[in-house]
């Protein structure tokens, strides 16, 4: 007989579909991949969809939905992007209009929707190989900054990148590194190693999102380009219309983390 | 002082751009990345897009560029994609209308240009581990076969999958292999091995594109994704306009093979 956890875990998007979980996807259905979403009007999915051909480090394409489709038939056929993640946020002309957990009413034909790698998946290859992730052991966010490197731009969309920290001892930092090099989907390999100010940061204490965290001694700052990214490139725009992932409450795929190691 | 050759060999893309070499590109600038052009109108550019996206084994996209612009930005800075390449093939409404080494005259603001990756790349790296390539060895085309894979469509374009193949002795086979997926940007690793009928093919002897090569004993056929398919899902459609590179007659861009090697 299953107990209580393993039985909620199977039936956890059950109950995201019905609206009967809204919380945080962290942690859930462990070893399934995880996706940030963001839906855009058709004028201007294929300026965003070059954006990410141009950026792959921060806007790393798992899937893009045909027009109007809320179905991910790649990453999770049968599964309705308008019902199986937990939490929504609308923006309107660039201001957060509404938090809702069903998009059904506010869908029309004419929207795209994008799946974007998410740092989750590498994240719990970390912990299987004992490289620490300091957000986690501290219960925290992960610390975000916005750095000096500029995007790629496509159309209307351009901005800086992004990054996300992590604190590495020395004696696992090649390990980090090849990790997230076979992961070429959810972020690839770190950006940046090391010295914060060569890439315009000036105070880690400081993240511009998320939580700071301890860097021991013995540990270097690292750096991967992080999913904010295109969220921020998106509202600078002030569409009149974008939906995404409230953060932390992903999209469940039906790939495995392992689907996404680059042999 | 530079030999003739080597003289020749960097002139050639001024050359190129003069109309005063019109011949195929394999060989020139050893090293360099060649890639293959499609160019469409915009109203096609989106979906196609998205069967890149979607079939990025056959579809390795290297570049895509904004709307009307000929500039390849991120491959080849300063050059020009009307007047680059040696020969070009123009269809209209899916028929083959003209060849032409130059074009300035055709060029309309409404056109997107994709650079995708081509095996050149890849079959350097096997010259210079002493994998054979046997279609270099017997100065043919390499063989090409359509299959029964299909690809994921995206709107309009759907197709089956068109593969490659190169007799490789089993003795190199892993290296083959290992090599060809640290290169996803130039069709990466292999899509099928062995037995031809598993995906469609009846008669190694009669490719549907290309010429046949001799298949040694002790050797196996190895079939990679190929870059005819994109050419002709597009086809399929008879679009009202499409440019292509003639058939051998690449665009030599400004990266280094080693820039695609996925470390």
Redesign the interface.
Known sequence: MMNDWKQDQLQVRDRIRKGDYTGPTAGLLNGQTQANLVVLP?EL??DF??FC??NPKPCP?L??L?PGSAEP??TAPKKDLRTDLPKYFIYRHGEKSEEVTDLSSNWTGDLVSFLLGCSFTFESFFLQRDIPVRHIEEGVNVPMYATSLEC?S??RFEGNMVVSMRPIPEEKLTEAIQVT?RF?AVHG?PIHIGSPEKIGITDLDKPDFGDPVTINDGEIPVFWACGVTPQLVIMKLKPEFVITHAPGHMFITDKKDTDYF??
């Open positions: 058709k999915a294929f969809m070059l051909q141009r394409l899937e893009v045909d038939v790649l790629h496509a159309g090099s070429p390999a680059l042999l």
